[in-house]
Every structure is written in C-alpha cells, then in structure tokens.
C-alpha cells in the first residue's frame, strides 16, 4: 500500500493551532503517514516540527507573495492537503489550484472585522468553505458558521490542547510566583496575544476596581502583540497591578501558579488557557462567547463579555471564597476528562483522509 503523504498548512500560527499541528504531524507520523508542514520558519523554531519526524518548509506569512510558489511545490504529490485557519485554507487553495488533491480545512478560532474588511473576511470564508473537500470546525458555533457559508461537509473536530507531560511540579509554580513577588498576595493569569479581540481593555477596567482589594490582587500577562504600547501606557498612567510578561516558555507553570486564571476574550473555541487552567484545577474566570461554555460546561466562572464589573466581581468573590475555588477546581479536572484526546483527535483526522482517498478524487472547484 502507498505510503499516505499529507501537507499541513499554518498562517501565522496561533498558540492553539500551532500546538494541534505538531500533536497532529507526530501522531500521523507514528502512524505511518508521511507529513510535510508548511509554516513560517519562526514557528519551527517554537514548536519544533522536524522533531516529530515531518519535513518542514518554510513558507513567509501569508503578505509575500512568494507564499502561494511555495507552497505550490509542497504540495506536488501529495494526497491530502490540511490547512488550519481562513488565511491559510485561502492560501492552500490558490495553490492548488486545480489540482485533484481533497482539502481539508480546520476553523480554530474566528476572525474580526468590520466594514469593508468584514465583508471581504466573509468573502474569504465562503471561497475557502465551499473549495474545501470537509470543514471540521473546533467548536459547534464554527460547524454552523461554515454550513452557512455553504460548506458541502462540515463537521464538528474538536481538539484539544496536548496535556502537559508530567503535570506541574510544585516548586516550578512556586518559583513562577516568587519571580512576580506575588507570595503574599493573589495572582491572577492571562494568557494570549496582546491583540484587541482579547478583551485586556476590560481586564485592565476591572483591574482597577482590585485596587480596593487587601492585599491588591497581580495580574501577569503572558503573550505579546500590538496592543503593548497603549496597554503598557494606560498600566503606568493608572497604576495598574498588571504585568505585561511578554512571550513565555513557562506558561504551563504560570498557570498552575494562579489563584485565578482569567480569560476576557470576546471569542474563542477551545481556548487554551481554559484547558491548561482545568486541567490543573485552577479555578477559571472566562467570557460567556463562542465554544467556551460547550468547553468548560459548569466548570468555570461566566460572565459577559465586555463587563469589567462583572468580571471584578467574579473574581473578588473567588478570592473571598475558599471552598468555591476548591470546588471548581475539582469540577474542571472532571471536565477536562470529558475532551476527546490526544489519540482520539489523531483518530478523527485520520479517517477523515481515509475516506477521502478512498474513492477516486473529484476536481476541486473554486
């Protein structure tokens, strides 16, 4: 029997994406498939897709146009293209153009915009949807967007971010802790780009309400982005117990570090730091949007998005309530067992391609 080969396209690579891929590219691999990843080279440096035994090319963002040439050679030969997110799955279908190879498209998360960029994203979504062979989406939210945006297959693949080897040793969430100077006082997280999607504006509202709080609760946050300058403006203006940490290697361990980790973003699907926070028993304050609440079912705080008062008050009345914490904690590490995992997600990609070379391949139609 032929040996499966499939090309794995990223954009620009968001955590949760990135993270799937490579979880992806090592399962097909041990599998017996062969795998090809194409990605800007910065994010093989982060996650290291050579090491699962995948061949990586680089390929520039998606503004070069060099992209498309690129990867156009990737994917000579192959059976299945896989490409993960809207600028990717455009991308992945100019360069096939009309070539007989299935597409296979992931929606992670949702894209933002207004006016005459919102129309044009939605534009993009329905090329992208009705090109692709099967759409699976990571939350139910997504499958019923792109069966709206007329997808001829699209299916709900939810996916799950890999589960720290190990767990968190004490001590690591200890030393996170004391590198912030937060031993004598409540530590809240964030993670994720510095990015307005994300809802810092209102963290950084109810922040302020926290200066009432004795001790001031800290709040780190972990990721980088545009939005720094004016964050880290309003922090020093205002005298904000927030930190901007930037990109961190230890995210795992700020997490489990936290008296409360905190997710104000106006979207999600399968929201990372919400599955770390679980997983760990942190207790998890999070905006009502997107797959969050078929993600953490009644494992977690939720409030609206937008609403600093209600997420300051979610978060004082936490810190207040030891048994709450307590409960919680314990509900979202029973949660977290009801994810599919890691082999289960492999699984359902990988009989996906199965069917889909199965039969003789139809055109791809633009």
């Known amino acids: 029997m032929t040996q499966l080969h499939t090309v794995q396209v990223l954009g620009g690579g968001s955590a949760g994406s990135s ?13 017996g498939v062969r795998v090809t990843v194409c990605a800007p080279a910065e994010l093989d440096h982060d996650y290291d897709f050579v090491a699962t035994g995948a061949r990586f090319v680089p390929v520039p963002r998606r503004g070069d146009p060099v992209a498309i040439g690129a990867l156009r050679g990737a994917c000579e030969g192959a059976d299945v293209v896989h490409a993960h997110g809207l600028h990717a799955s455009v991308r992945a279908g100019l360069a096939l153009g009309q070539q007989r190879v299935p597409l296979v498209v992931t929606w992670h998360t949702r894209t933002h915009a207004e006016g005459a960029r919102g129309r044009l994203l939605r534009l993009m979504e329905r090329r992208t949807v009705r090109t692709a062979a099967v759409v ?33 040793a004490e001590s690591e969430a200890g030393k996170a802790r004391a590198e912030l100077g937060a031993m004598d006082r409540p530590l809240l997280v964030a993670v994720g780009a510095l990015e307005p999607h994300r809802g810092y504006r209102t963290l950084l509202d109810a922040s302020r309400l926290w200066l009432r709080h004795d001790p001031v609760p800290l709040v780190a946050v972990a990721g980088e982005g545009p939005q720094r300058p004016v964050l ?8 904000l117990p927030v930190r901007l940490l930037g990109r961190r290697a230890d995210v795992t361990s700020l997490i489990a570090a936290a008296d409360v980790a905190v997710l104000p973003s106006r979207w999600e699907a399968r929201s990372p730091l919400a599955q770390e926070a679980l997983r760990l028993g942190v207790p998890l304050v999070a905006t009502a949007v ?26 004082t009345a936490l810190l207040g309530d030891p048994g709450r914490r307590a409960a919680l904690a314990a509900a979202g590490r029973m949660q977290a067992t009801t994810w599919p995992t ?25």
């Open 290 to 315: 997107g797959g969050v609440p078929e993600l953490v079912g009644d494992a977690a705080e939720l409030i609206p998005y937008g609403d600093a008062g209600a997420l300051a008050g979610a978060v």
């Open 232 to 239: 880290q403006r309003r922090i020093d203006l205002e005298g």
């Open 136 to 168: 699976l989406g990571t939350s139910s939210e997504l499958v019923d967007r792109a069966r709206r945006r007329g997808a001829r297959d699209a299916r709900l693949g939810p996916v799950s971010f890999p589960a720290p080897r190990g767990g968190v």
């Open 19 to 31: 993270a799937h891929v490579r979880s992806l590219a090592a399962g097909l691999v041990a599998r």
């Open 342 to 366: 890691e082999d289960e997600t492999i699984a359902q990609v990988l009989s996906v391609y199965d069917e889909l070379c199965a039969g003789p391949r139809r055109p791809r139609t633009a």
